[in-house]
């Protein structure tokens, strides 16, 4: 079988009821595997479905900046420092409830990753491996970055445009990181039938498209790069 054209990671932020009520069944429907960047007070308050959920083999990793920056992205309250601490207390707080060998990706808030006086925080965040920034476009699989993954925010589309969205990165070897906030509820959310939509779609392109978990993707590639170094 040819490699696929595409490969896609579903990405959801905060770990919030709504995802683990509407989501995780509709992903489990079709057999995909999505990456929930937890905050840790959802994670925390409904900490019995996202141990299910990681059972299942969902990527449950850090988010705890989600809830904290302003609505374009930016934290100017919080310095470098401040920032690294809080997302190494999130993933310390996970690895307590979810064990993971493995490693986690990082998730950080939609627009500007800037701090206190305007700094970039991203150069701080070297401790992982893989960080979906909040910066909008689609990454070349062949090029990628994994510590400067850009992400497609997909609030407020219908599921054509969502689609589109899949459509569109299916021209080229492309690495889509979909971003998705609540599912089914919210003014900013996407219906759920929407979603549902996008699933079905990606279901049905099972041949040109692949789903995987974020770490999943990044584990993937690397491999891939081993493979191609070893036979050149």
């Known amino acids: 079988m040819?490699?696929?054209?595409?490969?896609v990671s579903l990405t959801y932020n905060g770990a919030t009821l709504n995802q683990a009520e509407v989501v995780v069944p509709a992903l489990d429907r079709y057999g995909f595997k999505g990456t929930f960047y937890a905050d840790p007070i959802p994670f925390l308050e409904n900490l019995g479905a996202w141990q299910s959920a990681h059972e299942q083999g969902h990527e449950i990793s850090v988010g705890s900046l989600l809830s904290s920056c302003l609505p374009d992205g930016s934290l100017p309250c919080w310095t470098p420092e401040m920032i690294l601490d809080d997302l190494c207390e999130c993933e310390e707080l996970l690895e307590e409830f979810l064990p993971l060998p493995s490693g986690r990706s990082l998730g950080l808030p939609i627009g500007a990753s800037t701090c206190a006086?305007?700094?970039n925080y991203l150069s701080h965040l070297?401790?992982?491996r893989a960080i979906r920034t909040g910066v909008s476009g689609m990454n070349l699989w062949s090029e990628v970055d994994f510590r400067s993954l850009m992400c497609l925010p997909m609030n407020d589309l219908s599921g054509e445009q969502l689609i589109d969205a899949v459509r569109m990165g299916m021209k080229h070897p492309s690495y889509l990181v979909l971003s998705f906030d609540a599912v089914g509820e919210g003014e900013?959310?996407?219906d759920a039938s929407d979603h549902a939509e996008l699933l079905q779609f990606?279901?049905?392109?099972?041949?040109?498209?692949?789903v995987?978990?974020?770490?999943e993707c990044y584990y993937l590639h690397r491999k891939v790069r081993m493979d191609s170094l070893q036979l050149s």
Not at 2 to 7: G, L, V
Not at 212 to 215: A, D, G, Q, S, W
């Open 212 to 215: 995987l978990p974020v770490m």
């Open 126 to 128: 070297t401790h992982f």
């Open 117 to 119: 006086g305007g700094e």
């Open 202 to 210: 990606l279901d049905q392109s099972r041949d040109l498209v692949r």
């Open 188 to 190: 900013s959310g996407v």
């Open 2 to 7: 040819s490699e696929p054209q595409c490969t």
